[in-house]
């Protein structure tokens, strides 16, 4: 049996996918180093000596594990399972958004919630 011939996909839907993996790994970074800083961009300042910044960092390993984890389904051509991958981090924005409109407000939830909305549109394009 011959060789199957390289996948080909549109460029834009890769760079989508990359732009989640660069996300996820920047956010997880950001966590994991700097959870005080990360937690008052969510509108939750913290004392960085607390367990709350100890979750944070949990909040960031986690991303970065996801961010590496996309990355490899984008590496082997899997656009299918990055694009579900980007689905499931809707379910992550709307509850980030029920957190921080609990404790930060609307102005806080906001942009999670903004983001949920939209990530299902773009996964559903990516995986098509």
């Known amino acids: 049996m011959p060789p199957?011939?390289?996948?080909r996909h549109d460029p834009n839907k890769l760079y989508a996918g990359y732009f989640v993996s660069a996300f996820l790994l920047?956010?997880?970074?950001?966590?994991?180093?700097?959870?005080?800083?990360l937690a008052s961009?969510?509108?939750m300042p913290i004392a960085s000596s607390t367990y709350a910044s100890g979750?944070?960092?949990c909040f960031g390993s986690r991303n970065i594990t996801l961010g590496?984890?996309?990355?490899?389904?984008l590496q082997q051509g899997?656009?299918?399972a990055s694009a579900t991958l980007a689905g499931l981090l809707a379910i992550d924005g709307a509850l980030d958004a029920v957190v921080t409109y609990n404790f930060g407000g609307v102005v806080w939830a906001l942009p999670h919630a903004m983001g949920a909305a939209v990530i299902p549109f773009v996964s559903r394009w990516m995986a098509a």
């Open 41 to 43: 961009c969510f509108g």
């Open 78 to 80: 899997n656009l299918k």
């Open 26 to 37: 920047s956010t997880g970074l950001a966590g994991l180093l700097t959870p005080t800083l």
């Open 4 to 7: 199957s011939a390289p996948l």
């Open 68 to 73: 590496i984890l996309n990355t490899v389904f």
């Open 55 to 57: 979750f944070v960092q």
